[in-house]
Each structure stands twice: as C-alpha cells, then as structure tokens.
C-alpha cells in the first residue's frame, strides 16, 4: 500500500504536468493553518484548497495509465478515468495514502484526500482540517468496476439547503463521479480525536461531516452501483460543510481528451494506423479469424448474448461474456467454450477447454497467448491466469466492451461441415456496401440524440448503440451492413478459392478505397512520382490521400507523399506502398 519515496515524487510531476493550476498548490498547502477571524478569509482560503484538489485528482485519472503501471516489464496496462481509493485508515507515517482497495466492487466509499499517494502536501480548509473524498464505486481503482468509458454514470447527487432541490445528478449523465468536502470546525456532538500525524488519524466521518435536512454526508449508499445523496447547505451553528464534486464530462471531455492520445489502446497508431477503426476493433476482429483459421471447418465463433445476465455489480463481468449455441448476433465473445466443442480449435489454450465448462480460463478466446495481437489492450489477464481470474479487471476491452458488436454469417457458425465460399454461396454471408463477408464486427461511437447508456437495462439494447442498417443487421432482421451514423466497421473476408485463408478487412465501410487509390498510382512514371513538382505536392494528390480515410491502404498513401518516395520510388518501402495501392480494396 506504501510506494517509495522516489515513485511517489515521479507520480506527482506526471500529476503536475497534466494540470493547469496545480502549481501553486504545494506552496499554498505549506502555510500555516489558515483559521482567521473572519470567516470570508477562512472560506477563501478552503475554497482555494478544494479547487486546487480537484485539480489534483482530474490529473490523477488522466495519467492512470502510466501512473499505474503493471507488469514485466511494467507498461500501461489500465484505462484513464480511475479516481483512486480514499485514505480509510493508515498507520502514523503513513496517512495519505490510498487504501489499496477500498469497500465491494460498485460500492461509493468516503475517507480522508489521499494526498500522500498522489504526491502533494495534506490539502487543508481554512480551519486547519484536512480535506474529505467520496467516489463512486464505478470509478474507484480498486476494486474495479467492469466497464469504465464516457458512458459511465457517477453515483452521487448534491442536494441544495433545503434538501430536496438537486443542484447535480438530475440525470444519470449529470451525476459526479467524485466529491471532495472540506469539515470546518467541530460543530456541537462531535469529538475529534488527534491521535497524531497530520490529519489527526481519526477516520470517523461523523465526527466530521454533517447532517441536514437528513441527509448524512458522512455515509455513502452501501449497495453496489447505489446513489449516494450528500447536501451542500448553507453554512450556520449545525452545519458547515463544504463540497466541490466532478462530473463525468469535466473527467473524460475536459481532462481525459488532453492527452496527446487519449485513447492511445483504443485508438493506437501500431496496428493498421491506414484505418480509422478503433484498433481495438481491430484486434478483436483479427483474433475472431484466427479462432476460424485454427479450427478444420474454417468457422468463426457463435455470439454472445447483448444481455450478460446477472445482477449489479457483475452483469458485464467478462466471464459472462461467453458465447451461446446457435446465436449468430450479439457481442463479441470473452469466452467461446461452446464453438470449441463443436469445432475444436487448436488456438494455445483452447485445446485444455472443458467441454462441461465453457467459461473456463482455457476456454477465453480474448487471451493473449491465443491472440498475442490482444496484448497492447487486452491489459491483464494474462496468458498465466488460473480459471479464478476468468473475470479481468484491467485493459480497453474491458471497460469498453459494450461499444463492441458482432455478427457471424450463416456460412460461418459453427457446424462440423466446411464453411461457405462467399464467391459462390454469397446468401450464406453477410453483405456491406455491396460485398460479402464471414463476419463484422463494429465499434459504436458516443451516443447520439435519443440514446441512453447509463443502466444495465440500456445497455443490452443495440438500438443506444447503432443506427440504420447496421441496427437492422445486428437484430437479425437482414445481413447488410453499411456505414451509419457513428459506427465504425470491421469486416472479416472468409476463405473463398480464389483467396484462401480469413483477412481482416478493416476498411468495410468505405465505398471508395480503391477510386482514391487509382488517382494515385496514375502518378507512378517508373521510378518517378509525378505527384512531386516544382518542390510542391499536387492538390489533386493531397485531396485523393484525405479520401482514402478508412481504408487500409491510408498508409500506404501517406508514405507514398513524403520522401524518400516524392524524390524517388525506387526505396523497398516505395515498392511496398504502391502494392498496398494496387489493394486498396
């Protein structure tokens, strides 16, 4: 639970870093106690400290990844967003350290501003006491919640003095996420103790925080995923509280979006940086055809269900993602116990795969000795998990698993029989923008009007999640698919006689991948790039490259309009790209 001195130190300068007005908080939290006579000076001075450490902790779960780094060697392995554990109880030399773990999974819990973990002085009000911290169960570092992204809902509303007015969390989407909440002094009932150290080491929040119009900030709703209600009243002779809380959108659109790559697992440039599919599609997509290459049918796994089952906090745990016989739509699956027994794939675990458990640690498809391309976003678990750690609390896929969908072609379920050729069976596959494939999978984008994604209930409908066609696809209702909306396409090419073997066609969407890459190999002149002249490149080249956003040779074009291939195409890597144009489809 205690980092050395030199962790926290470098912690606290990637903190630093990441903030715009932290940088007057170590010296204002050095001075002395700032109890005044006059209460204006003393509220300034504890508005000041709450401002400045809410700072603190925005930058906390912006650098999380890197703050918290797993593994070895140690790498980021989490997603930003966590809010860390409050300070619930530390020995003498200690206090200000986050719990390493801190109440159920789910569950809101209260204690003391860890300040010591996240490397700054004990933050103070102006009456000397040290600052309070509530977070959401949803948010907390440990344990942690099964899905964790901008859909996210805090578990707090703040209510005005009179009780029944809510000033934030109206909404599921306005609710904070996090509240800080500086005591004041000792009103009349409470008995502070100062067993030493420098925030007294006393952890009974009721000696702390208060109660009006009966409502007890001091205690946080005890059920998981429950909505804890605190009040910020006027300050008077039996209250004296004050909070400062943060909101979902200050986290992910205000804080988490500053980072040079804020979702760099997700969105990362290393794997087919051509396509502007999430890359973690992209993995899941490739690992869904090495499932069908491994297997003698060349057939791809069944579905999991759109409803996980269970019951707050565990309906997304990714055990429960597991695939169902028979089932051809829903999510891609964690598990695919149930395909291996018809199929009996020879992926590195799945051999071990118990036929009477389909959940078991052998059994998960989305492991990265079966699929080492899962490692930048599948975090932990790793290939040495025992069957206890089927239910991973690290990585993109999952706390972002719900934006994921997946459909298997009737030509590709699993069956004990060859799957179709889409060349000469095409009504056995699926269609997008015109063509067949063995399966797709898609990435839904942020919310649009009219969809909802902060229950269990919301979750399980596509309808919060895709648009048109791909909606309609995705229900069973046909098998075409096409750009809509927000959603992102990957599409995975089955083995036909012409084409033997899956290929992960991350371009699905775009009609015209190939048209924008002729206008640039009707360039080529030999060994000469026509589009380079006079030290300039032509228009029409930087126009046809910005069409081919999407497609997989997106790269290709971009090497193929900076050196050394402006000057000459003769270089391998030259070559290289104008065979990718040649492919563009």
């Known amino acids: ?61 912006a650098a999380y990844p890197e703050y918290k780094r797993k593994g070895n060697p140690a790498r980021p392995v989490f997603v930003p967003g966590h809010l860390p554990c409050p300070d619930t109880g530390s020995a003498l030399g ?78 599921p989407e306005d609710r904070p996420v996090a509240v800080l909440i500086a005591p004041g002094p000792a009103l009349p009932g409470q008995s502070r103790q100062h067993q030493g150290g420098e925030c007294r080491l006393d952890y009974d929040a009721r000696q702390f925080l208060d109660v009006l119009q009966g409502i ?33 959108a200050e986290l992910f659109e205000r804080r988490i979006a500053r980072r040079q790559q804020p979702q760099r697992a997700l969105f990362d440039s290393a794997y087919d940086p051509a ?36 019951s707050p906090p565990d309906v997304f745990r990714n055990d429960r993602i597991a695939d169902q016989s028979g089932l051809t739509a829903g999510r891609p699956p964690f598990s695919v116990g149930r395909s291996q027994a018809v199929l009996s794939a020879t992926l590195a675990s799945l051999g071990a795969c118990p036929v009477g458990n389909p959940t078991h640690s052998a059994c998960r498809l989305l492991r990265t000795d079966n699929c080492p391309e899962l490692l930048p976003v599948a975090g932990f678990p790793t290939a040495s998990d025992t069957p206890a750690s089927v ?45 067949a494939y063995a399966a797709v999978l898609i990435y839904a984008g942020a919310a649009l009007p009219g969809q909802k994604r902060n229950h269990d ?24 698919f ?43 002149d030999g060994q000469q790039n026509l589009c380079h002249s006079e030290g300039k490149v032509l228009a029409a080249c930087t126009a046809a490259l910005a069409g081919l956003s999407g497609c997989a040779c997106q790269g290709a074009a971009a090497r193929f309009l900076a050196p050394p291939c402006l000057v000459s195409l ?10 990718s144009l040649k492919s563009c489809s």
């Open 1 to 61: 639970m205690h980092k050395p001195l030199l962790r926290q130190h470098g912690a606290a300068l990637l903190i630093l870093l990441l903030t715009l007005t932290l940088g007057g908080l170590a010296w204002l939290l050095r001075q002395p106690n700032l109890q005044s006579a006059s209460f204006p000076a003393r509220d300034k001075a504890t508005d000041r400290a709450l401002a400045q450490t809410k700072e603190a902790l925005l930058g906390y779960a």
């Open 94 to 171: 200690f206090e200000g350290s986050e719990a390493g773990t801190c109440g159920a999974k789910g569950v809101t819990v209260i204690g003391h501003f860890p300040w010591r973990s996240l490397g700054v002085p004990p933050p103070r009000d102006g009456s000397g006491e040290c600052l309070w911290y509530a977070v959401s169960g949803q948010y907390k570092a440990n344990p942690k919640a099964d899905l964790l992204n901008p859909d996210s809902p805090g578990q707090f509303q703040i209510l005005g003095p009179d009780g029944s007015r809510i000033i934030a969390g109206a909404t």
């Open 216 to 248: 007890d900030n001091s205690t946080p709703n005890p059920e998981p995923e429950g909505i804890t209600r605190m009040i910020a009243g006027t300050p008077g002779p039996f209250f004296n509280d004050r909070l400062v809380w943060i909101s979902r």
């Open 275 to 310: 396509s502007s599919v999430p890359a973690l599609t992209q993995r899941i997509a490739s690992c869904l055809a090495r499932f069908g290459a491994s297997n003698p049918w060349n057939r791809l796994p069944w579905a999991a269900p759109l409803d996980p089952g269970g």
């Open 391 to 435: 239910n991973s609390a690290d990585g993109w896929w999952d706390k972002w698993k719900e934006h994921l969908f997946y459909r298997v072609a009737p030509g590709f379920a699993p069956a004990a029989q060859p799957a179709a050729d889409c060349d000469s069976t095409p009504d056995a596959c699926l269609r997008v923008n015109g063509r």
């Open 457 to 480: 209930g919301d979750r399980i409908d596509p309808a919060n999640y895709l648009e048109g066609e791909n909606l309609a696809a995705l229900r069973g209702d046909s098998q075409v």
């Open 482 to 524: 096409a750009a809509s909306g927000n959603d992102q396409l990957a599409c995975i090419a089955g083995p036909t006689a012409a084409s033997p073997g899956f290929k992960l066609v991350p371009n699905c969407g775009n009609l015209h991948c190939q048209e924008g890459a002729d206008k640039l190999l009707a360039r080529v």
């Open 570 to 579: 003769n270089a391998p890597t030259c070559q290289a790209a104008i065979q």
